[in-house]
């Protein structure tokens, strides 16, 4: 079973380990939008992931500061959520922008970024940093063993193609178990694989179903040829 998760993109900031869970977060969840309720908040990231994050706090923060190294959008997150975004009037892009500092004690209380076409920089008072800058799966040792996608991420299942299990010369007459590999007998759960959820408790859930699979696989192989009739004379 595969479960050696991802590593999530981190900015050359100083600190930032520091304030990680308290005032630094990866997702957005109704925890932290709780946490952050009626405060202002900065998302980083210009994927579908950061859009919906800062669709999702627009409801229960007082203002959402997007900020994105590109001109714009257009070239990374659905035409959806760009709409939902400017639509929100609680939620400004920064463009061209990044963060440059991050201060405090216990926990986040000041921000620093700078907008890289003017050269202007600003500082706020804001304790709250949602980093939707993507994650790195760690499946380098996998390359040419089981199918990967664009991204790193291990193909499961039915997201495996006929080209996949072609080029991995898939040996079963049955297809891929729900979370097994290109490789027979081997599954992938958790941030790893591709198309999880990105959360502790699916992580959790798909390796408990994976070892009902795995029990079935090696019921498949301990089961005996059935014995062949023989002509007696």
Request: aromatic residues 6%; glycine residues 8%; hydrophobic residues 40%.
């Amino acid at each position: 079973m595969i479960a050696t998760g991802a590593q999530y993109r981190e900015l050359a900031l100083d600190n930032l380990s520091r304030f990680v869970g308290v005032g630094v977060y990866y997702a957005a969840t109704y925890l932290e939008a709780k946490l952050c309720a009626d405060q202002e908040v900065v998302i980083v990231g210009g994927g579908n992931s950061a859009g919906q994050a800062a669709v999702f706090l627009a409801a229960a923060c007082r203002h959402v500061h997007l900020m994105v190294r590109a001109d714009g959008l257009a070239d990374s997150m659905s035409r959806y959520l760009i709409r939902r975004i400017e639509e929100s009037p609680n939620i400004t892009l920064h463009t061209r922008t990044e963060l440059t500092a991050l201060e405090g004690s216990d926990r986040l209380e000041r921000i620093s970024w700078r907008c890289n076409l003017s050269g202007a920089s600003d500082t706020r008072d804001i304790g709250h940093v949602f980093l939707m800058t993507g994650a790195v799966p760690n499946t380098k040792w996998l390359i040419d063993c089981v199918a990967l996608d664009d991204k790193g991420f291990v193909r499961t299942g039915s997201d495996l193609s006929t080209a996949d299990l072609t080029r991995a010369r898939w040996p079963l007459q049955r297809t891929p178990h729900l979370l097994e590999t290109s490789l027979p007998g081997v599954f992938a759960v958790g941030d790893v694989r591709s198309g999880s959820t990105k959360r502790i408790a699916s992580a959790v859930g798909e390796g408990s179903i994976s070892v009902q699979f795995v029990h079935k696989v090696l019921r498949e192989i301990a089961v005996p040829s059935e014995p062949k009739a023989v002509a007696v004379a």
